[in-house]
T-cell receptor, first 119, second 112 residues
C-alpha cells in the first residue's frame, strides 16, 4: 500500500506567481490535512478536508491560500501571488476512520512534503 | 487540547535506551497521549499513543504515570537512525477527526 504522496517535492516560484501543491492520500483514506513548517519552526495546522468538503480551515491564512479535495483526484493546496514569507515545507497527512471499543479515531500518516522556495 | 512540555534536546548513546519525558499536567480524562517524530526534512511519523495503560509496539514503549500528568517514550535500543525531533501531543481520541497540534518537541541525538 503506497503511502501519502506529494508532488512536486521541491517547487521554486518567483514572487507574484501561483503555487499548486498536490497530495494523494493513502488508498482508502478520506480525510486530508495540510500543515506548514516554516524554517526552524514547528508544524502548524492549516486545513482539514474530506472529499469535496472543507471541514476546518482555521489555520489557513485569510488571503491567497485555498484548498480543495475533489471527488476524484488529489487534494490541492493553492497559493496565489506568493511572497517570500510563503517559503516553507508543506506537509499533507491523510487518515481514515478506525472504530474501536474506545470509539472512532483517526491516525494520521504524513507525506514527504513539498518544499516551496519563493525567490 | 492540553499543553505539553518537553525538554528541547537530549543525547543518547547508540544501543542504549532513550527515555524521552513529557509533562501534560492539564490533561483531561478523555485525552490521549500521542507521540510522533520527524526525522530531518521528512514528514512526521506516528510512533505510539495511549490513554492510561502502558503501551508497547514494534517501535517504542509508552509509560504513562498513574495520575496521567506525565509520560515517557522509551526507545529500547536507540540507533543513529532514531535521531529526530520527537513530539508529544495530547488530544481527544474519538469524536470528530481533528488536527494535530505540534509543539517544539525534543531533539534527540543518538551518538555513535
Amino acid at each position: 500500500n503506497a503511502g501519502v504522496m506529494q508532488n512536486p517535492r521541491h517547487l521554486v516560484r518567483r514572487r507574484g506567481q501561483e503555487a499548486r501543491l498536490r497530495c494523494s492520500p493513502m488508498k482508502g483514506h478520506s480525510h486530508v490535512y495540510w500543515y506548514r513548517q516554516l524554517p526552524e519552526e514547528g508544524l502548524k495546522f492549516m486545513v482539514y478536508l474530506q472529499k469535496e468538503n472543507i471541514i476546518d480551515e482555521s489555520g489557513m491564512p485569510k488571503e491567497r491560500f485555498s484548498a480543495e479535495f475533489p471527488k476524484e483526484g488529489p487534494s490541492i493546496l493553492r497559493i496565489q501571488q506568493v511572497v517570500r514569507g510563503d517559503s516553507a515545507a508543506y506537509f499533507c497527512a491523510s487518515s481514515l476512520t478506525r472504530v474501536t471499543s474506545g470509539g472512532k479515531y483517526y491516525e494520521q500518516y504524513f507525506g514527504p512534503g513539498t518544499r516551496l522556495t519563493v525567490t | 487540547d492540553a499543553k505539553t512540555t518537553q525538554p528541547p534536546s537530549m543525547d543518547c548513546a547508540e544501543g542504549r535506551a532513550a527515555n524521552l519525558p513529557c509533562n501534560h499536567s492539564t490533561i483531561s480524562g478523555n485525552e490521549y497521549v500521542y507521540w510522533y517524530r520527524q526525522i530531518h526534512s521528512q514528514g512526521p511519523q506516528y510512533i505510539i499513543h495511549g490513554l492510561k495503560n502502558n503501551e508497547t509496539n514494534e517501535m517504542a514503549s509508552l509509560i504513562i504515570t498513574e495520575d496521567r500528568k506525565s509520560s515517557t517514550l522509551i526507545l529500547p535500543h536507540a540507533t543513529l537512525r532514531d535521531t529526530a525531533v520527537y513530539y508529544c501531543i495530547v488530544r481527544v481520541l474519538s469524536g470528530s477527526a481533528r488536527q494535530l497540534t505540534f509543539g517544539s518537541g525534543t531533539q534527540l541525538t543518538v551518538l555513535p
